[in-house]
């Protein structure tokens, strides 16, 4: 039933990207843009045997999130430390361990379960849209919200709460304590260690 | 002849026949009033008790009878019982109070590390902080298992898996260390029962019951635990009470083997058995009518005095010993045992007086001081060696003409004089330099030994106990109290005072404390954080149950906490209450806990100097126990030079008296100050260090050194025609026998259990050894060198 339900999605996905285009329209209603975002990182498979169809996939993944405003924000004060050159190549990193370590993580979770969307509620700035991933087998539901705002005119989500923690805190703990021990080279020095092993495990075999 | 010396010398002969007529009732009169001083001697008691080597007047003592008299004491019989399993120790402890209770001679009960009023209100005893920390702590705990869960969570960093952690947790106030908060060691889990006994610190008769009592009450408890479990007794009542016991113990089995080694000295040097009683029946009724006097006038021993019996068996040793060993000789030239006495009289007589008012003017000297210990030690042996010196003068003799009229013993020829060889003198003088300049080298080497801890019984388990409750609790259990008026003033010079405290890290205090210190503060600010750690707890519950069950039992403890009723001041148990405020609260007392461990005597020092030195008003009195080791510390080490300097003063002048010239003054001081020198290259080789026990014996080794001095000198000098190893046979014998009493005395107390005495022994052992080898052979041997390369150097 559940591959069922993420083959529907995948479907769903490549019809709606066929007829829409790749980026995610303000005009589109915010859960849709997760259920797509969600729907195409189940359609990913890891380790990559196609890597055509993976970039094609993880390209439009991308589009759904504002990495660089995440990444900033986790940075905090450390982005503004940090030089153009080591900004630019920290995004790009950022950007592939999404890919190779948010991503696969993400589809092995939320592909075995159910999640539904109770509600999608307006904040602020953007929205956040509220859904629950039902693990039936633990007894235990998983809250998760996405925040979405737009961003020239597309909808982009810029923060992801799981049981009340966003991943910006999340991730602002982990660059905080890397930094402190070895400054900004160093934290771009892990990035690069956790992707080459992430790439090793999930990566295509051909690249 | 001058006349001064006929009129003495007619005077000797007037008592000698005096003696000699009277000899019976003179044994007779001193068995009559030895008998009816008995009940004064048998009512003579030791009182083990630091408090007892301070002047009554003094204000320390003062200051600390005041604060028993509100309090009823700080003093407890301290229960630790012990258990791998801490539901054991605590049901233990529970169940021993109970029992505990009950007991003869218990007023109350207090079990420290279950008070009921601070049942599941433990973390309001945290400080605001740690509060705030444990909530990070709980929500750290549960973001690294949600991270886990994460699908979206990069892991960049490896992550220690986090546990609930309260051991970084800080008490608001250090004192909650000693209730229920104390830190658990892992498979030791200790559990605390103050008793307080209904009786005062030095009635140990009902101590020992109180201890049984104790133990059959544990063993019973024992038998319904479920895993093992041990008892432990520790506090002033089981130290005091180990004290008093091990130095009672060890005075009657040293007591004993002394006895035999100086039945054995007596029967090599006299071979017969009539010389024990000439010997020894004087000494032990010069020390039974010192006792009777010391009974009369002071009333009893303290820790310090306890040792004088081995120590006035052996000085008076010296005159017996010099008047049996010159009557024996002179009776087998004389072959009449009056003109022998008489001949002995005349030849000892003013060495005699002489030594005996330079070792008891040293006693005197002590008795400057304000310490206790010195002073009672200056009164009991001055007197004592007076009493001894006129009881032998008079009985021996007695007993000599009493005996040799109805037991005569064989008449032996006169011994030889033993050939000395220069090679041997030089070869003394040798060694003896060299030793010499070694000790020189040690004596900026020589320490004090101020830790209490040394000075114990071997296996004073009580003792260790102490320390080990301190390590547990993180505090050491000796505070000084300051008393106040009434408990705010109470309460804001707790605060004063650890406000000093944290502006001085290197303090030497660790805390203080009021009663009011004992109700957290915060409470409705802490109570709040609490429930929110409750609520986050409660939110993520599904998580929380899938956890391993160290975690989960974790939590659930701290679940149990997190609903804490705010508590007040009338929560408080009243034991505790007692302890600041007494009963009558008339006064608020302070209570600052010292830093370091105040066995230590350099550390209770600084300690107590710290609080004095708080500089707070009049009506504030400090009082405490530290306080009385210090001042006893403090005027031990005021004292003690000026006793030495004083005596030193008073011995010179009292030889010059005797000698009249200098240069002979001089000799005769050579082998006291070669002797002390010697010494010092000793302990230096025995790894002993002086001590609040055996600095006491100085004085005396100052004594006999002198006298060794007097006697060996003053035959010399009356001898003109002999050289000087001819002239000393007797003298030597004399003294190589008074000290080798000495020595037996110290040997034997060598053995004892109490470390304390042990060192005493040792270092009287080390000091007369040093003194007689100075005096037989050193001194002797640089005499005879001057006399050989200068003729009749001394005899002009």
Not at chain 1, 73 to 88: F, I, N, Y
Not at chain 1, 185 to 194: F, T
Request: charged share 20%.
């Amino acid at each position: 039933m559940k591959k069922n339900l993420c083959l529907t999605l995948c479907l769903f996905v490549l019809l709606s990207g066929t007829l829409t285009g790749v980026s995610y329209a303000a005009d589109q209603p915010a859960q849709q843009v997760v259920e797509s975002f969600l729907s195409t990182i189940c359609s990913m498979e890891f380790p990559v045997k196609d890597q055509a169809r993976h970039d094609e996939l993880a390209s439009k993944a991308n589009q759904a999130l504002d990495l660089e405003a995440l990444g900033r924000k986790a940075l905090t004060d450390h982005w503004g430390e940090a030089t153009p050159a080591q900004q630019k190549e920290f995004l790009q990193q950022l950007w592939k361990l999404i890919e190779y370590v948010a991503y696969p993580k993400s589809r092995r979770f939320m592909g075995k379960y159910e999640i539904t969307y109770p509600e999608v509620k307006e904040v602020s700035r953007g929205v956040e849209v509220h859904s629950v991933i039902k693990q039936e087998a633990q007894a235990l539901d998983a809250k998760v919200i996405y925040h979405l705002y737009t961003k020239e005119g597309v909808w982009k989500i810029d923060d992801i709460i799981l049981d009340d923690v966003s991943i910006i805190e999340d991730l602002q703990y982990q660059f905080d304590s890397i930094i402190k021990e070895s400054q900004f080279p160093g934290l771009l020095q892990k990035m690069k260690e956790r992707l080459d092993q992430a790439v090793k495990e999930n990566g295509s075999a051909i690249r | 002849m001058s006349q001064n010396t006929q009129e003495k010398l007619s005077f000797v002969q007037s008592q000698v026949r005096f003696i000699c007529r009277n000899a019976l009732g003179i044994v007779i009169v001193i068995a009559v009033m030895t008998a009816a001083l008995m009940p004064a001697v048998q009512n003579l008691k030791l009182h083990a008790n630091f408090l007892e080597l301070l002047p009554k007047k003094h204000p320390s003592v003062v200051n600390l009878h005041k604060l028993l008299s509100h309090t009823g004491g700080t003093s407890f019989l301290i229960v630790v019982i012990e258990s791998p399993d801490e539901a054991t120790a605590r049901i233990a402890a529970e169940k021993f109070s109970e029992k505990a209770a009950s007991l003869k001679n218990v007023e109350y009960v207090d079990n420290r590390t279950n008070v009921p009023a601070f049942q599941n209100r433990k973390l309001l005893f945290l400080n605001l902080q740690s509060v705030q920390k444990l909530k990070k702590n709980i929500r750290d705990v549960i973001g690294y298992y949600r991270r886990q869960n994460n699908p979206f969570y990069m892991d960049l960093v490896t992550e220690k898996k986090p546990t609930v952690d309260t051991s970084s947790l800080e008490l608001e106030e250090k004192v909650y260390k000693i209730g229920s908060f104390s830190a658990k060691e892992k498979n030791s889990y200790m559990q605390v029962v103050l008793l307080k006994p209904s009786y005062t610190v030095g009635d140990f008769v009902r101590s020992k019951t109180l201890f049984d009592d104790a133990r059959a009450a544990f063993s019973d408890v024992k038998k319904e635990l479920k895993y093992s479990a041990t008892m432990g007794l520790t506090g002033p009542y089981k130290t005091r009470y180990d004290e008093y016991y091990t130095i009672t113990h060890d005075l009657k089995w040293t007591g004993i083997l002394a006895t035999i080694l100086l039945v054995l000295i007596n029967l090599v040097a006299f071979r017969n058995f009539r010389s024990l009683i000439y010997a020894y029946l004087p000494l032990a009724v010069g020390i039974l009518w010192t006792w009777a006097f010391t009974d009369l006038t002071i009333g009893y021993l303290n820790l310090i005095t306890a040792f004088l019996a081995a120590i006035l068996f052996g000085m008076g040793g010296d005159y017996t010993f010099h008047i049996l060993v010159s009557f024996e000789e002179d009776l087998r030239l004389t072959g009449n045992v009056e003109k022998a006495i008489e001949l002995t009289y005349r030849e000892l007589w003013n060495p005699l007086w002489s030594s005996m008012w330079t070792t008891a003017v040293v006693f005197y000297a002590m008795i400057v001081s304000q310490f206790e210990g010195f002073r009672h030690f200056g009164i009991i042996a001055g007197v004592g060696i007076v009493i001894s010196f006129l009881v032998v003068l008079y009985l021996q003799p007695s007993l000599i003409v009493l005996g040799e009229k109805y037991f005569p013993a064989k008449r032996k020829p006169v011994s030889k004089s033993w050939p000395v060889s220069r090679t041997g003198i030089y070869a003394v003088i040798i060694a003896g330099i060299i030793f010499s300049i070694f000790s020189v080298t040690r004596i900026s080497h020589m320490k004090f030994n101020y830790d209490f801890r040394d000075l114990q019984a071997k296996d004073a388990d009580a003792i260790q106990f102490n320390e080990r409750i301190g390590n547990y609790f993180g505090v050491h259990l000796n505070p000084v109290v300051f008393m106040t008026p009434n408990r705010e003033r109470a309460t804001s010079l707790a605060v004063e005072i650890n406000r000093h405290i944290h502006a001085h890290p290197e303090s030497y205090m660790d805390f203080a404390a009021a009663i009011t210190s004992h109700v957290p503060q915060h409470q409705e600010e802490k109570i709040k954080v609490l429930g929110e750690i409750g609520d986050i707890i409660e939110k993520r519950r599904p998580l929380l149950d899938k956890l391993d069950a160290g975690t989960r039992n974790q939590i659930a403890k701290l679940e149990e906490q997190l609903k804490p009723r705010s508590f007040g001041f009338e929560e408080l148990p009243q034991g505790l209450v007692g302890q600041y405020e007494g009963k009558d609260g008339q006064i608020s007392g302070v209570f600052v806990y010292p830093a370091h461990r105040i066995l230590d005597g350099q550390n209770a020092k600084r300690f107590v100097k710290e609080a004095r030195g708080l500089n707070l008003p009049k009506d504030v009195i400090l009082a405490g126990e530290p306080v009385i080791y210090a001042d006893i510390l403090n005027l031990m080490e005021r004292d003690t030079p000026i006793a030495i300097g004083l005596s030193t003063i008073v011995v010179f002048l009292l030889v010059l008296f005797h000698f009249k010239r200098i240069d002979h003054v001089l000799w005769v001081h050579a082998p006291l100050a070669i002797g002390g020198l010697w010494m010092v290259g000793l302990m230096a080789l025995a790894h002993l260090k002086l001590n609040f026990f055996n600095m006491v014996i100085i004085p005396s080794i100052l004594g006999v050194g002198i006298d060794n001095g007097i006697y060996i000198f003053d035959r010399y000098k009356e001898r003109k025609r002999e050289n000087f190893f001819k002239s000393m046979r007797k003298s030597i014998k004399g003294v190589i026998l008074s000290s080798a009493t000495n020595l037996a005395a110290f040997a034997s107390l060598m053995c004892a259990s109490h470390q304390g005495m042990a060192s005493l022994g040792k270092l009287g052992f080390i000091g007369f050894t040093a003194c007689l080898i100075s005096s037989v052979f050193f001194v002797p041997a640089l005499i005879e060198f001057f006399e050989l390369k200068y003729s009749h150097l001394f005899k002009k």
